[in-house]
């Protein structure tokens, strides 16, 4: 059964931001599970969790308390359990400096915060549905950022 | 270079000296021995004058005596015999005068001895008695015969001295027939000789005299500039460790010039207790080192009770005399130390605003879009579900709102832009300004096919610059001439690049031969008044209300912040209704 689902996490610790993600997906009507945590440290509690069924793609906030969304993606990325999990940065900055970071440390995908629900709704349905095995062999810088 | 041509100079002087002091030698030592030679031959002619005066006198006495013997003999008479008994003793006299000239010479005694045989002999003729007339006659005979031979002898012995004399005067002249030309041509050498040295002398005696003016004006201007330029000089000799310190070394100390002894233990008192240690241990290892290392520490000024900051270096100095000095210089460093001190206060309140700027940024491109984005986001979600529900007047203010909110998120994003114009990295790489038009282009491609507009461009030129802004500055100046078409008119954008020396552009206010790409932006839209030209360019500036041409003022600011970053310049000229050009100069 979990074949047939996405299996999603979002890390932000912005509630209305947490609510418009589950709102969209809501609507969106793709098989998705998603499940939100509130900070870094939790993300990552979560993760490392016994018993915990990885995600498929995993949404990150970096400005978040207690452990940033970088601090995060390192753990993760050095980590070989969680080589499989498609990062998408999930950010409202869109400054060079956070893009190149992220690229370095091996995100997949960088996502500005569309600052309109409908867009939301667009941006999350692209990633989401995105062939990634097919995307990550071809990862380059300049589709990095995603553009709607 | 003056130094070592005086010191050749000595040593010429030394040696025409010596020269000359040889050849006086030298010819002192030939006049001496041309007197020396010239007293032997006047004593070895006296001599021959002599012989021949005592050979003559010899005669006379003999002839005396013949006279008196004659006399006597045919008178009788005794008196006749006076002369002729004088004569023998005089005979005997001269042959001891004689004998005594020529001991040296054996030939002319044996001569003598000859000579006075004869005369013995011709005296044993003398005789008083004869026994007859035969006998007076044979002795008369005999002794005028012995006379004769007597007198031959004598001439031999004259002529010999004659001879003598006449070779000894050749060989004499032979000998020194040269001397006088080489004495005086030698005395002339030396005169000659003595007149370069002199002439080198008094050359070299101006040359002093005014290498001596040039030394003072030097000193003059040396006491000058080390009061202007505040520092002073110090000379110590290594040997005995004194000092001399220049005038204005003295003044640096707050003390009137040479007013107290120069040593170390008088300049330690001046100096702050705390740098005494540095300044001690720099003086300990000068000799090894052959100079003393760069020292910064602090005085108390004499005078005015001021800490002054002081800088001292030295080298030793070897002259050509080997003594050992050190030569050093001194300087108040005071103001350029308290201006650094003021620079490096400026530059933390710099590092410091700059980091501010940065935290506001962050502010700006997150904290203050967050909200904006919730904000538009549930405008969203309420525009999607929830308007058709509300009433007319709700639905108005609804849309004011979302206006507003769409004016503050173009806003905060022109004003980032900004903000990262100033601040990005400058890393100049060749551009080509057609493959930016391209990418503004194709940037503003729906604009452009909305506006039905043509942008004209052909083979612009390549520059040093930053691509991205280039383009931000293309896209700019583009979207601006497209915003302020004419409604009923296609717009139409002609760029141009063309090379232009400085020199040649009045308003570059440049006059030198510096050559910049002059890039044009010509266009056929609604323009403005000139008067406004430079306006356009400030932040936040609009010629037009928000109504009819919403914009934030801030993309002709970035314009102008992108060509400045660039050292380059830009102008704006418009006339309304039929157009606005933009020219933009870069440096190539």
């Known amino acids: 059964m979990q074949k047939d689902f996405i299996l999603i996490t979002l890390a932000d610790d912005d509630e209305d931001d947490r609510l418009f993600f589950t709102d969209a997906f809501e609507e969106l009507k793709i098989n998705t599970v998603v499940n939100t945590v509130n900070d870094g440290v939790a993300l990552m509690n979560f993760l490392n969790a016994p018993g915990t069924v990885l995600p498929n793609i995993i949404f990150l906030d970096l400005n978040m308390p207690l452990k940033s969304g970088i601090e995060c993606l390192k753990e993760i ?3 070989p359990k969680f080589k499989d999990i498609v990062i998408a940065i999930y950010s409202t900055s869109s400054s060079e400096e956070d ?14 915060k569309p600052s309109h629900f409908g867009k939301l709704k667009e941006v999350l349905s692209e990633v989401v549905t995105l062939n990634w095995q097919y995307i990550t062999s071809g990862l380059n810088k300049d589709n990095f950022l995603l553009r709607m | 270079m003056f130094k070592s041509k005086l010191f050749d100079s000595i040593g010429f002087i030394r040696s025409v000296f010596l020269i000359a002091f040889f050849i006086l030698i030298f010819l002192a030592s030939i006049t001496y021995r041309h007197i020396k030679e010239l007293d032997k031959i006047s004593d070895s002619i006296m001599n021959t004058y002599a012989i021949s005066i005592e050979l003559g006198q010899l005669i006379s006495y003999i002839k005396d005596a013949e006279t008196g013997h004659r006399g006597y003999v045919i008178t009788n008479d005794s008196t006749y015999l006076e002369p002729f008994i004088n004569a023998r003793k005089n005979v005997n006299l001269t042959f001891q005068s004689l004998n005594n000239t020529i001991k040296s010479d054996t030939v002319k005694q044996q001569q003598l001895i000859r000579i006075y045989e004869l005369v013995d002999k011709r005296f044993s003729y003398f005789k008083n008695n004869f026994a007859n007339k035969d006998e007076f006659n044979t002795d008369f005979k005999n002794g005028k015969m012995v006379m004769d031979s007597l007198r031959s002898e004598i001439e031999i012995m004259l002529s010999t001295e004659n001879k003598l004399l006449t070779t000894k005067d050749k060989l004499y002249k032979y000998n020194n027939s040269n001397t006088p030309l080489i004495v005086f041509s030698t005395f ?3 005169i000659l000789i003595l007149g370069l040295g002199y002439m080198r002398i008094i050359k070299n005696y101006k040359d002093l005299v005014t290498q001596n003016i040039r030394l003072k004006i030097f000193d003059e201007s040396s006491k000058q500039s080390e009061i202007l330029g505040k520092y002073g000089s110090w000379l110590l000799n290594i040997e005995d460790k004194s000092f001399n310190f220049s005038d204005n070394t003295f003044r640096l100390l707050g003390c009137k010039p040479q007013s107290f002894q120069a040593n170390l233990e008088n300049l330690l008192n001046f100096i ?4 005494q240690e540095i300044f001690t241990a720099a003086f300990q290892n000068i000799e090894e080192s052959a100079m003393l290392p760069l020292i910064h520490y602090r005085i108390l000024k004499k005078d005015t009770l001021e800490i002054r900051h002081f800088r ?5 100095f070897i002259d050509r005399l080997g003594n050992k000095n050190m030569i050093g210089t001194t300087q108040d460093i005071t103001e350029d130390y308290n201006k650094t001190q003021l620079i490096e206060l400026r530059n933390k309140e710099l590092v410091q605003n700059n980091k501010e700027l940065m935290e506001f940024n962050h502010v700006a491109s997150h904290d203050l879009q967050e909200p904006l984005r919730k904000i538009q986001t549930f405008i969203s979600r309420i525009e999607d579900r929830e308007k058709e529900q509300l009433s007319e007047t709700a639905k108005s203010y609804f849309e004011k709102i979302q206006e507003a909110s769409n004016r503050m998120r173009i806003l905060i994003d022109d004003l980032l832009q900004y903000s990262r114009t100033n601040r990005s990295e400058k890393r100049f790489e060749e551009v080509d300004l057609n493959q930016v038009v391209s990418n503004a282009i194709s940037e503003l491609s729906e604009n452009i096919s909305e506006k039905k507009a043509l942008i004209h461009f052909e083979k612009l030129h390549h520059v040093q610059g930053i691509q991205f802004q280039l383009e931000q500055l293309f896209i700019n100046i583009i979207s601006n001439s497209l915003k302020y078409s004419k409604t009923d008119e296609a717009a139409v954008v002609d760029i141009n690049s063309k090379k232009v020396k400085a020199y040649k ?17 010509k266009d056929n839209g609604l323009g403005f008044e000139q008067e406004y030209a430079e306006k356009i360019f400030l932040l936040f500036n609009r010629l037009h ?8 003022g801030v993309g002709l600011a970035i314009c102008k912040k992108i060509v400045e970053n660039h050292k380059g310049y830009i102008f704006a000229k418009g006339k309304v209704n039929e157009g606005a050009e933009f020219e933009i100069y870069l440096p190539i």
């Open chain 2, 505 to 521: 552009v009045p308003k570059l206010k440049d006059d030198s031969k510096k050559e910049y790409l002059k890039i044009t932006f």
């Open chain 2, 272 to 275: 702050h207790p705390d740098d």
């Open chain 1, 99 to 112: 893009i190149e970071n992220t690229f370095v440390l091996g995100a997949n995908i960088y996502i500005k």
């Open chain 2, 545 to 552: 209300g928000k109504k009819e041409y919403p914009g934030t």
């Open chain 2, 312 to 316: 001292t270096t030295a080298k030793i």
């Open chain 1, 77 to 79: 990325k050095a980590n």
């Open chain 2, 188 to 190: 002339l050498i030396s």
